[in-house]
């Protein structure tokens, strides 16, 4: 039997890669089916649809719109669950919505309110997935959409019991993607599994707890793992009814080699890098230096540092990429307790550390983690502290047995690559700073504003829905205009101002 789900689809998968670099702000309807955020980030998606869509209220001129705009706005420059609920209580008092999309921006905010955290927004989106499996669509998509909805239910129990017990365990929004997944993962696996008639497997549900196991669809990055470690190697205190539970989710990880990901051609590594990232010469060489030799990839932990809009988180996710690792971005603006290295089982709120929980996502023993701004991890000690835990699983002595509470056993984290960005070194400790490599990341030159400014508006005619292609080449006065305004820094200022420019000319066009 073969599943072609959406996230297979050609045509999603062009839409997902466009969302991932920010060619395309995807539909409420794509973020349910499993679309990656705008650029990969929450707060970034945020930004632009509240952005967009503020700026279609305002064009209508009326006078009943003005709280929905004021409330988009805010949303715009405090993307939080507080601001979220106020744009939802502003739609509730439109009289006439003139033709704006009320319906899509409702499930919009249900969506962003889940992954803050909300239970209930959570159990309203699997009602959600659960009503687009019951529509006319192909019987794999239905399936599909089916253990989607599952996954959701199921995380949207395990919200409303850490709501009960008083336990507030804030989450990155990749933290809790991964969660969801995991479940789906299981119930994809459970329900197949009868559809076959073959018997349940050994981790089918169970209290509220779910892996993803080794009957799905290969890894793409399985095509060049070559040596085999062992990352699990038991599970503590495993007579106990809590034990037993945690030996089941990951009896086919114990004991089990897990891979490591294959050196891949690294010329054309860093032919490309250098490419996308001209500017970042001296970076990619830094990095792609130490690998000659060695037949896996492994980073030492690196803290990428640079102004905000540089394209550092950019960098790191194409240098993971381009090595053929399996990589997961954690925001760090929502870190602030130790959890990071595991929590124990006994609490409701009990999950594997985030190193593990990469493995086990990835089914492979060197994932590579970036840490996206790291100096706005909390530093209080209320709940342990994150930089305390980093400072272990950066030192190979103490990752190699890393002791994962939530297991209660010691696992070998070695392997495991630690990318970090960061707009300035003074927050981070310097206890921490000593155990990574430190690159200074440059901002993009003035001299590169063709380069950017075409990418940048093939991209926007893309968002539009059109071909690239219309997007004629700049022209000397418009480069030149650009020049005038942007001479240097920030990519996202220049962003801004391409799309003024595409403005500019679509309003040209309109009058001839």
Known sequence: MTDETPSQDRHFQRRQKAAIVGLHLPTAEELLRGMAFFREDLAEDIREYSSRLSGRVKRRKHTGLALLATSLDELTVEPSEDAVLAVEAALDLIDDARGLPVDECRLRCRFYRAFFGNGQATALIAGELAHLASGDLPPAESRHLLWRSLGWAAQSRVLDARQRAGVSVQRSAEWFELEVRTYEGHFRNAITSTMVDEPEPKDSVSAGLAIATWEEEPSEHETRLTDRVVVISGIGNDTTADGKRVAKEFDKFKQRPLPLPGMPELTGVRAR?????????????????????????????????????????????????????????????????????????????????????????????????????????????????????????????????????????????????????????????????????????????????????TRILERLYIEAGHDPRW????????????ASAWTGGSLRRLERLVEVLREARERGRRRQ
Not at 324 to 347: F, H, K, N, V
Not at 363 to 368: D, H, K, Y
Not at 471 to 482: S, V
């Open 471 to 482: 997007a004629t080449p700049l022209e000397g006065f418009e480069l030149d205009a650009l």
């Open 273 to 453: 890098l250098i490419a996308e990232f001209p500017y970042a010469t001296t970076i990619v060489e830094n990095v792609l230096e130490g690998f000659g030799g060695r037949p896996n990839v492994y980073l030492r932990p690196i803290i990428l540092l640079g102004a905000p809009g540089s394209g550092k988180t950019r960098f790191a996710r194409r240098l993971s990429e381009e090595l053929g690792t399996p990589y997961e971005i954690i925001s760090c603006g929502g870190l602030s307790d130790s959890a990071i290295g595991g929590t124990a089982r006994r609490w409701s709120s009990g999950e594997p550390s985030l190193a593990i929980m990469a493995v086990r996502r990835h089914r492979c023993a060197g994932p590579v983690i970036i840490l996206d701004e790291i100096e706005k991890i909390g530093t209080g000690r209320r709940n342990g502290n994150v930089h305390d835990v980093l400072i272990g699983l950066f030192e190979p002595e103490t990752s190699r047995r890393w002791h994962d509470p939530y297991l209660q056993a010691h696992c070998d984290l070695s392997h495991v690559s630690w990318l970090m960005t960061a707009n300035s070194l003074e927050p981070i400790p310097a206890a921490l700073r000593d155990r990574c490599r430190i690159l200074r990341f440059p901002d993009p030159e003035a001299d590169q504003l063709p380069l950017f400014a």
